[in-house]
C-alpha cells in the first residue's frame, strides 16, 4: 500500500517554496560561525543601534549583533526542536502502537494518560512542568515532549486499529508469526506515512511552544540567542522595535517552511487518513 | 488530576517562594510548611484538598495571601471575555473565509487563502503581540494600550464581570467603547492562530459535502445557489466545524498566558503563569479546576449544538 | 413535450466520456437508457441538467420542446431544473439531505419554482406524499429521512422530483439501492406516474430485468456511444447489436425478455 505520492507532492509550489525555505535555515544552522559577521555574545558594538551598514538587523541593549545572534539561534532551536519532535514521534509511536495493537488494559491505561494530557492547554501544561523542573532549555524541551506524545499516540492507534483487523494481517497472525513479528512487518509499513506527515506539520507547533516558554524565561537563559529568549528581552526595550522583531521573524519562518511541506504532504494522503491527522493534530 | 501532577513534579515550593536568606533558617521554613499544610503525609494533604474542594474552598494562595476562589473570581472573567471575543473572531472570520476557498476551489482566492491561514497558524503569539502593540498603540496610537479600560473612567458595576457587558448593563456607553477598544488588538492576535485553523479546516469540510449526494439532488431541484450554500450545505458542514471549534478553545486559553503578558491583561494566563514560576500549588491546582470546567462547558455547548444542528442526534 | 438529445459530447479534464449521444424522450413514455457501468449512462443523465462534475467539457445539443438547454443562463437553467426537468438518483439514503425534513425538502423549490405559499406548499406536498403511497402522508411530513426505509426514503425522492409537476423526469437506477422486495413496487409507481401525469422518463439502469418490465424504447450504450435504439420488444427479443446481445446472454434464463402481459399488468395495477 502506498499512502504517499511524494513526486507530485513536491512538484507543488507551496512544498518548493517551504523546502528551500527549510533548507537555507539548516545551512544557517550548520555554517553559523562561518556565516555570522560577529561573535554572538560580543557586547563589542553600540548598544540598541538600529539597522545599519555593519549590523543589518541592528544591536541590543547589550551592544551584541541581532543578525549573528539570529543565526546562531538557528543552531539552538532547529536541532532542539527535530530532536523533540522525533523523541515524540518515538514515545507516542510506540505507546499509541501498543495501546491498538494488544487493546484492553495496555489500551485503557495508555490512552487514558493522554486523555489528560490532551484536556489540558498546552502551554498552561509545560509552563507548569517546566517550572517544576526549573527553567533550563533541555526541561523546556521535556515540558513540550510531555504535551507532544499524545497526538502520536492517538493517530498511531487509530491507524493500527484499523490495519490489525485487515485480511492480511489476520492471515499472518494465522500463520503463527508473533505479535511482534507482524507488528515490525504488515503494521509498521502502513503507519509511516501518516506519522511523517503529522510530524512534519508538528515541528512548527514544537518550535512555537519551545520559544514560548523560552519567552515566558522558563527555557534558554542568558546569554543564550534562543529565538524566544531574545524576543523577550525586546519587550524591555519594545520601542527600539528590531530587537523583537528580527528573531520573532525567524521563528515565523521555519514553522511557516515546516507548515507549507507538511500540508502539501498532508493532500497527497488519502483523504481518510488526512482528515484522522486534522482532528487528533488539534 | 492536578493534585496528582502537582505533587508528582520535584520542585520545592517552600524554596519558590521564600528568599535565601529565610531558607537558611529551618525555624522559618518549618513555620511556613505548616501555616501552608506541607508538613503533613501527601494522603492526608490530599484528603484536605478534596475536603476544601466540596466547601468550595480552593486553598489559599501561596503568592497573593489570599484564597484562590478570590483570586479566581477576579481573573477568570477577565479571559472568559477575551477568549470569548477571540472565539467569536475566528468563528465568523475563520468559516467565512473557509467557505470562500471552498467555492473558489483551485483558483487565486483559493490559494492566496492557503498562503493566509498556514502564515496565521505560523506567527508566535507573543511576538505578534508585541508587534501589534508596538505598531498600532506605540507607533500610530490608534488603540489604547495596556488593561482591559481606561483607569480614569472607572468602571461599571461588576454583574458578569464581563466589562462590555457590565458597562452595558450599566449604560454606560463611554466605559463600553473604551472595553471594546482595549479588547480588540488582543482579541485578534489571540485568534489568529485559530482563525487559520478554522479556515483550512472549514474549506476541507464544504467541500467534503459539496461532493455528496444531495447537494447535487438540491442542484437538481433548482433552487439558487445562496439556499443550497446556506440550507444544505453549511448545515453538514457545520457539525465537524464545531468539534474543531471547541478543541481550539483549549489551544486558545493557551495562547492567553502568553497575550496577556503583553497586553498586561489581567486574566487568569498571567495569574497561571505567576503561580506556575512560583510553585504556587493551590493556585495551580486552581488553574487546573477551572480549565476543567472550562473543557466540560465547552463540551455541553458543543453536544447542545450537535443537537440543534442535527436532528439525528436529537432524536436519538 | 419531447426532450431531444443530439450529438451530446462530453470530456472530463480532455478525457471524453461521452462521444456523441442521441436520444429522444417523449411524453407518456419510458426510455430505458442500459450498459455497463462506466458507459456513460449516468453522464448522459447528468449532461442534461447541467449537473457535471467540475471541470467539464460539453458539446452537441439538449432541447426541451425546441429550447436549447446547454446553452441557457444559470438563472434559467435553475428555472428548467427542478421545474421542468426532474430527477430522481440512485440512493435516496444519500440524495436526501439528512438533517431537514421531508416536508422541507419537499416545499421548498415548490415556493421558489411555483411562487406558492407555505400552506399551499404544505397541502400540496402532503398531497403528493399521499400519490406515491407513503403511509400516514401528514406524519410523514414532518419526520425526517433517517426515520423512513430505504423504498420509503426512494419514493419520498421521487415525490420531492414530482412536486413542481415537471415535464420530463430523469432516473438514474432508481432501483439499485433498493432491496428486491421493494424495487418492483418502486418501478410500478414510476410506471403508474409516467402513464397517469404524462411524464417522460428516462430511466437509467444496468438492469435489463427492470428495463424489461417497464421501458417503452430501449437504448444500449457502450463506451460513451449509443449502440442500439429502438422499441423494447425489438431490442430484447432480437438485438441487432452484438453488444446488446452479449448483455442479453449474461442474464439468467428467467429474467430474459418481457414476459408476456408483464407491463400491461403493472399499468392496470397503479392506474
Known amino acids: 500500500m502506498r499512502r504517499l505520492r511524494l513526486p507530485e507532492a513536491w512538484r507543488q509550489p507551496l512544498a518548493v517554496v517551504g523546502g528551500v525555505i527549510a533548507l537555507v535555515w539548516l545551512v544557517v544552522a550548520v555554517a553559523a560561525p562561518l556565516l555570522a559577521p560577529h561573535d554572538p555574545l560580543a557586547q563589542d ?41 522525533a523523541l515524540s514521534v518515538l514515545i507516542g509511536g510506540l505507546l499509541g502502537a501498543c495501546a ?172 481518510r487518513t488526512a482528515r484522522a491527522i486534522k482532528e487528533r493534530a488539534l | 488530576m492536578t493534585f496528582v501532577l502537582t505533587n508528582l513534579v520535584p520542585g520545592d515550593p517552600v524554596a519558590a517562594n521564600l528568599g535565601q536568606r529565610a531558607l537558611g533558617d529551618p525555624a522559618i521554613v ?19 484538598h478534596l475536603q476544601g474542594l466540596l466547601h468550595g474552598d480552593l486553598g489559599t494562595s501561596q503568592q497573593s495571601h489570599r484564597p484562590v476562589s478570590q483570586d479566581l473570581a477576579e481573573f477568570v472573567p477577565a479571559t472568559l471575555e477575551l477568549a470569548g ?71 461599571a458595576p461588576a454583574v458578569t464581570g464581563l466589562q462590555t457587558v457590565d458597562a452595558l448593563l450599566a449604560g454606560r456607553w463611554d466605559i463600553f467603547t473604551s472595553a471594546v477598544g482595549h479588547l480588540i488588538t488582543p482579541a485578534l492576535v489571540l485568534a489568529l492562530y485559530t482563525i487559520g485553523l478554522l479556515t483550512r479546516f472549514t474549506r476541507s469540510a464544504v467541500l467534503e459535502v459539496l461532493g455528496q449526494d444531495y447537494v447535487r439532488a438540491a442542484r437538481a431541484k433548482g433552487l439558487p445557489g445562496r439556499v443550497i450554500l446556506f440550507r444544505y ?53 486552581g488553574v487546573g479546576l477551572v480549565v476543567g470546567v472550562v473543557y466540560l462547558v465547552i463540551n455541553l455547548v458543543v453536544d447542545v449544538l450537535y443537537g440543534v444542528i442535527d436532528p439525528r442526534v436529537r432524536l436519538q | 413535450m419531447t426532450l431531444d438529445i443530439t450529438g451530446l459530447k462530453v470530456s472530463i479534464r480532455g478525457k471524453a466520456i461521452l462521444g456523441g449521444v442521441d436520444l429522444s424522450l417523449r411524453e407518456g413514455q419510458v426510455h430505458g437508457l442500459a450498459g455497463e457501468s462506466g458507459s456513460g449512462k449516468t453522464m448522459t443523465g447528468l449532461a442534461v441538467l447541467g449537473l457535471l462534475p467540475h471541470g467539464s467539457q460539453v458539446t452537441g445539443s439538449v432541447t426541451l420542446g425546441g429550447r436549447e438547454l446547454l446553452t441557457l443562463a444559470p438563472k434559467e437553467l435553475n428555472e428548467v431544473r427542478g421545474g421542468q426537468v426532474a430527477m430522481v438518483f440512485q440512493d435516496p439514503a444519500t440524495s436526501l439531505h439528512p438533517m431537514l425534513t421531508v416536508g422541507r425538502q419537499l416545499t421548498e423549490h415548490m415556493r421558489h419554482h411555483l411562487r406558492i405559499d407555505k400552506r399551499e406548499a404544505r397541502r400540496r406536498a402532503v398531497e403528493l406524499l399521499g400519490k ?91 463506451d460513451g456511444l449509443v449502440v442500439e435504439t429502438g422499441p423494447r420488444e425489438r431490442v430484447l427479443r432480437e438485438p441487432a447489436h452484438a453488444y446488446t446481445r452479449s448483455l442479453l446472454d449474461s442474464l439468467p434464463d428467467s429474467e430474459r425478455g418481457p414476459r408476456p402481459g408483464t407491463r400491461g399488468d403493472i399499468r392496470t395495477e397503479e392506474s
Open chain 1, 45 to 85: 558594538l553600540p548598544r540598541l543601534a538600529p539597522p545599519g551598514p555593519g549590523h543589518w538587523f541592528g544591536t541590543d541593549q547589550l551592544g551584541r549583533d541581532i543578525l549573528s545572534r539570529v543565526m546562531h539561534g538557528a543552531r539552538v532551536s532547529i536541532p532542539l526542536t527535530l530532536a523533540l519532535v
Open chain 1, 100 to 271: 491498538g495493537y494488544f487493546g484492553r488494559w495496555v489500551d485503557e491505561t495508555i490512552m487514558r494518560v493522554a486523555d489528560l494530557v490532551f484536556a489540558f492547554p498546552t502551554v498552561i501544561l509545560a509552563m507548569v512542568v517546566a517550572a517544576a523542573l526549573g527553567a533550563s532549555l533541555t526541561n523546556a524541551v521535556l515540558a513540550v515532549l510531555v504535551v507532544a506524545w499524545p497526538a502520536y499516540a492517538r493517530v498511531t492507534r487509530g491507524l493500527v486499529l484499523g490495519v490489525r483487523e485487515r485480511e492480511f494481517v489476520l492471515s499472518g497472525r494465522l500463520l503463527g508469526f508473533s505479535a511482534w513479528r507482524s507488528l515490525r512487518v504488515d503494521v509498521l509499513p502502513n503507519v509511516t506515512g501518516p506519522v511523517l506527515v503529522l510530524a512534519t506539520l508538528d515541528i512548527g507547533t514544537a518550535l512555537l511552544l519551545l520559544s514560548g516558554l523560552s519567552f515566558l524565561g522558563l527555557g534558554a537563559k542568558p546569554p543564550s540567542p534562543e529565538w524566544g529568549a531574545m524576543v523577550a528581552s525586546g519587550v524591555e526595550v519594545f520601542d527600539s522595535w528590531w530587537v523583537a522583531t528580527f528573531p520573532g521573524l525567524a521563528i515565523l519562518t521555519v514553522v511557516l517552511a515546516f507548515n507549507f511541506l507538511g500540508d502539501t504532504l498532508r493532500d497527497a494522503l488519502d483523504p
Open chain 2, 30 to 48: 518549618a513555620q511556613w510548611r505548616a501555616d501552608h499544610g506541607l508538613d503533613r503525609p501527601l494522603w492526608q494533604q490530599y484528603a484536605l
Open chain 2, 85 to 155: 471575543a477571540a472565539i467569536l473572531v475566528s468563528l465568523v472570520l475563520g468559516v467565512a473565509f473557509g467557505v470562500i476557498a471552498a467555492l473558489r476551489r483551485d483558483r487565486l482566492s483559493d490559494h492566496t487563502l492557503r498562503v493566509l491561514s498556514l502564515v496565521g497558524i505560523s506567527v508566535p503569539t507573543f511576538w505578534l503581540a508585541l508587534l501589534a502593540f508596538y505598531v498600532f498603540f506605540y507607533r500610530l496610537q490608534i488603540t489604547p494600550g495596556s488593561g482591559r479600560v481606561d483607569a480614569a473612567l472607572g468602571s
Open chain 2, 233 to 285: 450545505v453549511l448545515r453538514s458542514a457545520l457539525v465537524p466545524i464545531i468539534t474543531v471549534a471547541g478543541l481550539a478553545f483549549g489551544s486558545l486559553l493557551s495562547g492567553t498566558v502568553l497575550v496577556e503578558a503583553i497586553f498586561a491583561w489581567p486574566g487568569v494566563g498571567q495569574y497561571a503563569y505567576k503561580s506556575a514560576t512560583t510553585l504556587d500549588l493551590p493556585a495551580v491546582m
Open chain 3, 132 to 222: 406515491v403511497r407513503i403511509p400516514g402522508a401528514e406524519e410523514a411530513y414532518g419526520r425526517f429521512p433517517h426515520q423512513f426505509s430505504g423504498g420509503m426514503r426512494q419514493r419520498v425522492a421521487i415525490a420531492v422530483a414530482l412536486a413542481c409537476s415537471p415535464k420530463v423526469l430523469i432516473a438514474d437506477e432508481p432501483t439499485t439501492a433498493l432491496d428486491v422486495t421493494v424495487q418492483a413496487g418502486v418501478l410500478r409507481l414510476l410506471r403508474g406516474l409516467c402513464d397517469e401525469l404524462g411524464l417522460a422518463v428516462l430511466l437509467v439502469t444496468h438492469d435489463l430485468g427492470v428495463m424489461s418490465a417497464v421501458a417503452d424504447e430501449v437504448s444500449v450504450m457502450k
